[in-house]
């Protein structure tokens, strides 16, 4: 069972970047599609992006599309977000979540294990 820990959130002027990350400390995360998501207060769980098990295929929400990219190191069981040119719409709590499946999905109900999620502000 996949336990994921996200860290590398904070807080960053507009235009800065940030690089996320998403571990797990059970089971194969090579085995896992992982899906990013945020939520800003008040609003709905968006997809953000997604990256297949191999990490050769990716999907990106239209609002962050040419400015975030995910990438993963399955042998150091890592995701990564990297988020650049950021926007102060950008700001959410940003969470990883995993299946086990080699299917891309935008549907957050569709993914078995989530992270806790980690803060990320930008100021204008």
């Known amino acids: 069972q996949a336990q994921l820990v996200e860290s590398g959130g904070g807080m960053v002027q507009a235009g800065g970047s940030l690089r996320l990350s998403c571990t797990t400390s059970?089971?194969?995360?090579?085995?896992?599609?992982v899906g990013w998501f945020r939520q800003a207060p008040g609003k709905e769980r968006e997809f953000v992006a997604a990256?297949?098990?191999?990490?050769?295929?990716?999907d990106y929400a239209n609002s962050v599309k040419g400015r975030f990219t995910s990438s993963r190191d399955n042998a150091k069981n890592t995701v990564y977000l990297q988020m650049n040119s950021l926007k102060p719409e950008d700001t959410a709590v940003y969470f990883c979540?995993?299946?086990?499946?080699?299917?891309?999905?935008?549907?957050?109900?569709?993914?078995?294990?989530w992270g806790q999620g980690t803060q990320v502000t930008v100021s204008s």
């Open positions: 979540a995993a299946k086990l499946t080699y299917v891309l999905n935008r549907v957050a109900p569709q993914y078995d294990y």
């Open positions: 059970g089971g194969t995360f090579s085995s896992y599609a």
């Open positions: 990256i297949s098990r191999s990490g050769d295929i990716t």
